[in-house]
């Protein structure tokens, strides 16, 4: 009965040491895999990726984890010059948490396979030469906290599916060729998308701003400028109440400012420039006094500036209230020397 016993743990053993060394080299042949996919490297940063090498946790980029089975975490390889395409074979990199390839030359699409990677937390490919659709995949990496895909060529819509996400806190859009509407579903839900920082900034996105976006009152930065908006600026904006920066300049926003800007009491930056606003400049944005840029320009808004403006000490900054419909006196700023 012993020798049966101890015979089991052998096996157990054997197996367990075969199944380690096995999904260690199934991480080393994806990375060599996503290393054909590279055609350009004159930096040579790539250089001690060699189908010789076993230790591939030394090569220049890749983090492993520390206990066993020893897998690759990270790959990072930041303004390392690199060009060419990523591969599909990167969803074998089943343990990676963190991918920064950001600041490169790659091109080609962004494979729908990588949102099956399950613990994959930070996607950074922000400043490359990306085309195509931003992968609807996306919508099922339960981990993911920051998604930056700024700075490329993509297409087509934002995806409905970025609302299933449950541990989303950043999402960079910015700088792209977007197109179509703003998800109302990525807002109708805080629990489903709870976004520190939202950037679409750049784009060619249309229809309105939701005013489902109140929903997301851990946001700190919002900026959607540069794009197609219409419609108003919907005063459940009031609601987030971290919010630090708020740009939605270049747009074809129209109707007044809501009074509740002036309910956040964090707001450092405030640029709602080249708009069609109209109406009064509202007093109540005089209770932002951590402000220290405010550009409100390029609009139809009348009346006169109001003296509580005027009375932030900290907008030395930057007050921009230059081609509008203003009229009466200016009053004397209490503006910090």
Known sequence: MYGVLIFLSSNNATFSSAQTTNRSEADR??????????????????????????????????????????????????????????????????????????????????????????????????????????????????????????????????????????????????????????????????????????????????????????????????SMDQNMLSGIIPSAIGNLRKLIVLVLSANRLAGEIPSTIGDLPQLNQLSLDDNSLSGNIPASLGQCQRLNMLNLSVNNLDGSIPSEILSISSLSLGLDLSYNNLTGMIPPPNWKT
Request: hydrophobic content about 40%; charged content about 15%.
């Open 29 to 222: 042949q994806a990375l060599l895999c996503f290393k054909s996919g590279i055609s350009g490297d004159p930096g040579g940063v790539l250089g001690s990726w060699r189908e010789d090498s076993l230790d591939f946790c030394s090569w220049r980029g890749v983090n492993c984890s520390t206990t066993l089975p020893i897998r690759v975490v990270s790959l990072e390889l930041r303004s390392a010059k690199i060009k060419g395409q990523l591969s599909s074979c990167m969803v074998n990199l089943t343990s990676l948490v963190r991918i920064d390839l950001s600041s490169n030359d790659l091109s080609g699409s962004i494979p729908e396979e990588i949102g099956a990677l399950p613990s994959l937390e930070t996607l950074i490919l922000d400043t490359n030469r990306f085309s195509g659709n931003i992968p609807r995949s996306l919508g099922t990496a339960a981990s993911l906290r920051n998604v930056n895909l700024g700075r490329n060529a993509l297409s087509g819509v934002i995806p409905v599916s970025l609302a299933k996400v449950p541990s989303l806190r950043v999402l960079v859009l910015s700088m792209n060729n977007l197109s179509g509407e703003i998800p109302v579903v990525l807002f109708n839900n805080a629990s489903n998308l709870v976004t520190e920082r939202l950037n679409f900034r750049g784009n060619q996105i249309s229809g309105t701003i939701p005013a489902a976006i109140g929903n997301l009152v851990n946001l700190t930065q919002l």
